[in-house]
Every structure is written in structure tokens, then in C-alpha cells.
């Protein structure tokens, strides 16, 4: 494609304002990013799920703001024109909002990020409104927060009672208040979902697994194409078995090496014959 404009803030607004769905994937890496460039995904997330998807850990919890910056950097050498947001990691905003605003600042500062994104509702409201104070745009992040995981049951929906819905609409709110400008919604019931949109005056709401209503949709890449192999959320659509053809290149290679047939002479290199000749005198000298 050819080269696109820098994604900016007033242009996502107007996708909003014009209904038009916005698009946003995480990434965690200069060439998934490449790729996702080209084909002109709006907002890119560099998610602290890199902790499972690209490091192994069976959760987000060690993920730190070190490991943050490296694949942040990263992601926006691949991408330079999405609107890349950053992933505040465990503990890296709770403790203070001055310890938020400090590591929300490494974001812009040495990853060249355009945003940055942290969980909870109204009880982190105080530290939404300082970083935005600060100047760095603030996405919010509602229903499963993966951080918070251990105290919620689990990975699981979130907001299918009444009552715990309620809360997480007047946590949206809290979080628009404090001057978010998007809110991801993760895995609330869609008409939940539906309602904080219809709510949302000057905020962008973006589902992941909650339904068709928000104004825009976020999927894990790994998940997409099936590369994060301890499971399949239902949430995610495989749009390619990128992991099952991956995994059978592999096995082709070892059983080409096993039987001599990998390398063949077009995947190796030469010299010429007298200069292969010179070099057998000189050892021969030795």
C-alpha cells in the first residue's frame, strides 16, 4: 500500500464521530509490526500480554517497564505511523501517580509512544488524570484486566450481574471524567458494552470480546494466528493457522537435515576452484 499519514488523535475522533470502526491489534515486535503498517491497522498496543505471548510466563505480573521499552522501541521502528499506545505493566502506576506519570513518561520519551494504557476504574481515576495532566494521552481499561485477574476468579466474563455491571459502567464514566481519551473493554457482555458506548461522549471504546457495539475492535495478534499455544480464547477469530504452518516447516527441516536432502548446493556458498587450490598449497606449507 502506499504510504499513509501518521495516525492522530482528531483523526481517530472523526472515525468515531463518523461511525466508521477503528482498528487495533497488539504487537510486540519490529516485524509484526512492519506488517501491520502496511496493512494500516489504526491503533497498534503494545501490550504487557508480550509477558505470555513472547517471554512464557504464565501471566502479566513479571512483565517490567525494562522489558516494555525494549519491544515498544521495537514495534514503532516497524510501525511509524499507527497510533501506538503502551502498556503500563504491573505495579509500574499502582503504587503512586507519581510513579504513574514517571513511567507513562518513559513511554513517550524513549519509545516514541503515543499513548499509554492502564487498568482499572474509578479507583485509578487520580492516575488517568495526572498523566493526562502531564500531556501523555491515557487509554483505560475495564471488565477482565489481567492484572487484577487472581482477584476477579480468573480469566473470565466480567459484568454478567447486574450490580457488577453497573460498576463497570460507572467506572467508564470515572475513567472519561478523569479525561481518557479511549477505554478497552475486555470480555463485558456486549449490550453492557453497547451501554457504555452510547454514554461515551468524548471517549473511544474499544472491545475485545465484548460485542460489535463499541467504536472500535481489538484482538491479540498471537491469538489471531494461532502462535500462543496453551490456548484459544473463544474471543479471538483464527483468520490463519500461522502456528500449524510454522510448525510443519519445522518439521520438514529436521527431517530434511536427518536425511542429508537440507542443504542443497543453491543453499550454500562457494570459491573458486584456484583460489581453493592456493589455499590447499599454503596449508600443505605449513
Known amino acids: 500500500m502506499s504510504e499513509r499519514k501518521k495516525v492522530t488523535l482528531p483523526m481517530l475522533f472523526k472515525k468515531m464521530a463518523d461511525g466508521e470502526p477503528i482498528t487495533m491489534l497488539t504487537c510486540y515486535d519490529y516485524p509484526t509490526a512492519y506488517f501491520q503498517e502496511q496493512a494500516g491497522i489504526d491503533m497498534v498496543l503494545v501490550g504487557d500480554s508480550l509477558g505470555m505471548t513472547m517471554l512464557g510466563y504464565e501471566s502479566t505480573l513479571p512483565v517490567t517497564m525494562d522489558d516494555m521499552i525494549r519491544h515498544a522501541q521495537a514495534v514503532r521502528r516497524g510501525t511509524p505511523n499507527a497510533w501506538l499506545i503502551g502498556d503500563m505493566p504491573y505495579m509500574s502506576y499502582q503504587p503512586s501517580v507519581e510513579t504513574a506519570i514517571r ?18 476504574g474509578a479507583e485509578m481515576a487520580d492516575r488517568v488524570a495526572g498523566i493526562v495532566a502531564s500531556g501523555i494521552p491515557t487509554m483505560g481499561h475495564l471488565g477482565l484486566t489481567p492484572q487484577s485477574a487472581s482477584a476477579l476468579g480468573g480469566f473470565r466474563v466480567q459484568g454478567r450481574g447486574a450490580l457488577q455491571a453497573k460498576k463497570i459502567i ?117
Open 103 to 120: 513511567n507513562a513518561g518513559r513511554f513517550m520519551a524513549e519509545a516514541a509512544c503515543d499513548a499509554i494504557k492502564l487498568e482499572g
Open 170 to 286: 460507572d467506572d467508564a464514566k470515572a475513567l472519561e471524567e478523569a479525561g481518557a481519551f479511549a477505554i478497552l473493554l475486555e470480555m463485558v457482555p456486549d449490550r453492557v458494552c453497547q451501554i457504555i458506548t452510547e454514554r461515551a461522549e468524548d471517549c473511544i471504546i474499544i472491545s475485545l470480546g465484548s460485542g460489535p457495539h463499541a467504536h472500535g475492535q481489538l484482538l491479540i495478534y498471537h491469538d489471531m494466528f494461532g502462535l500462543y499455544p496453551r490456548f484459544k480464547p473463544r474471543m479471538a477469530k483464527v483468520y490463519a493457522d500461522a502456528g500449524q504452518v510454522i510448525l510443519n516447516g519445522l518439521k520438514q527441516y529436521v527431517e530434511e537435515v536427518t536425511n542429508h536432502t537440507f542443504p542443497q548446493p543453491e543453499n550454500w556458498f562457494t570459491m573458486k576452484d584456484e583460489e581453493y587450490e592456493e589455499l590447499v598449497e599454503l596449508l600443505d606449507k605449513e
